[in-house]
């Protein structure tokens, strides 16, 4: 009878270790650790309550085995090895802190390769059942130290300043934006004869006027960031219409992209969730009244929000780092939406998920 409790209470005592910190991890598991930065080597979710369960009942059995054996001096070791395994759930995802998980799963490491020499002078067996526990937590670790290292709030969203600009010149003339991808990339959701018309008419529009205004005046020559802080009426208008549309057909791609995992925190900070962010940002762009630009932008201290601009009008000029734009003019979408009124087509754009996504070059980690 002795025997059998030896075994089974360890045993029973590490599962429940188990189900509690799986408990406490569940809300961290569901919303923060979905945006971490991981490791290409992480397991699949599934994995871990699997290998944890096995691991468990192992060392339970170890523990077991050294009790019968009568080497209670390890027992303590042991308990306390259990106890910091626990910490490290609450300090990793309990706290969502990733250097207090660094450090509890190191000093784990160390915990647990002394048990496992001290086990294995009284009983090979013992020894054995924890060797798997040791290498996986030594995989932990890795897995913990990258997370650490790579998700570290050191650096704002900030990749591009406003003066990285893709528009080049030739003989003091801007060129014509390069588009990202052929006209009929992003069909059906915009048509080739609408970002012919967007691109090739009213975009080439802007670039010329910019091209025959600025000539003679202080700003010919400069680059075009510098003209649409320092410039206003019909030369701030066609210069900032540029560069906006540069950043909104740089927005948009083909092909299904991944946010950024720390733009995706981001957005998860300061709107709840990605759900959260769409609706708002949808919401904005529907109730814009007039031609305008709808954003998503990041402030001096990396906050997000979403602002709405008149016209022309760039947050540029409010020092705010834009990370998505809309376009919200009525040439955007009037092509593919000749029927419909503007104020249910406009933000047709914005619900597609995959259309669009984050301009790398503002985006970039
Ligand atoms: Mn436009």
Redesign the pocket.
């Known amino acids: 009878m002795k025997k059998v409790l030896a075994y089974t209470i360890p045993v029973l005592l590490c599962l429940a270790v188990g189900a509690i910190s799986s408990y406490i991890q569940t809300p961290a598991l569901r919303s923060w650790y979905p945006t971490l930065a991981k490791s290409p080597l992480t397991p699949p979710d599934i994995v871990f309550p699997i290998v944890w369960t096995i691991l468990y009942i192992m060392i339970g059995i170890s523990i077991g085995r050294l009790i019968v054996v009568g080497d209670m001096s390890i027992v303590r070791l042991w308990i306390f090895q259990l106890l910091v395994n626990f910490l490290w759930s609450i300090g990793f995802f309990a706290l969502r802190s990733p250097i207090l998980g660094l450090i509890t799963i190191l000093i784990l490491d160390v915990l647990v390769f002394a048990y496992t020499l001290s086990a294995f002078s009284s009983d090979k067996i013992a020894g054995w059942l924890f060797v798997p526990y040791m290498l996986w937590l030594l995989f932990a670790t890795y897995l913990t130290g990258y997370v650490y290292l790579n998700n570290r709030p050191n650096t704002t969203l900030r990749a591009a300043n406003v003066t990285n600009t893709t528009i080049t010149m030739h003989h003091n003339h801007y060129d014509m934006p390069a588009l990202p991808y052929p006209a009929d990339a992003l069909e059906p959701i915009i048509s080739k004869e609408a970002i012919d018309y967007?691109y090739g008419k009213?975009?080439r529009g802007y670039v010329d006027n910019l091209n025959r205004l600025i000539v003679g005046t202080p700003y010919e020559g400069m680059a075009i960031d510098d003209v649409v802080k320092n410039t206003n009426g019909a030369l701030f208008n066609n210069a900032a219409?540029v560069v906006?549309?540069d950043l909104?057909f740089n927005c948009m791609t083909p092909y299904m992209t991944e946010i950024s995992p720390r733009l995706q925190r981001a957005i998860v900070r300061d709107f709840g969730s990605f759900e959260q962010f769409k609706k708002e940002f949808t919401a904005a762009a529907t109730t814009l009244f007039g031609s305008g630009w709808v954003w998503l932008v990041e402030d001096k201290e990396g906050k997000l929000s979403i602002v709405t601009t008149p016209n022309a009008d760039t947050p540029l000029l409010q020092e705010l780092n834009p990370l998505l734009v809309l376009?919200v003019?009525e040439?955007?979408y009037y092509i593919d939406y000749r029927t419909s009124t503007t104020a249910t087509a406009a933000p047709t754009l914005s619900v597609n998920g995959g259309i669009l996504s984050i301009g790398k070059r503002w985006t970039r980690d």
């Open positions: 967007h009213h975009l219409q906006n549309h909104f376009d003019w040439h955007a």
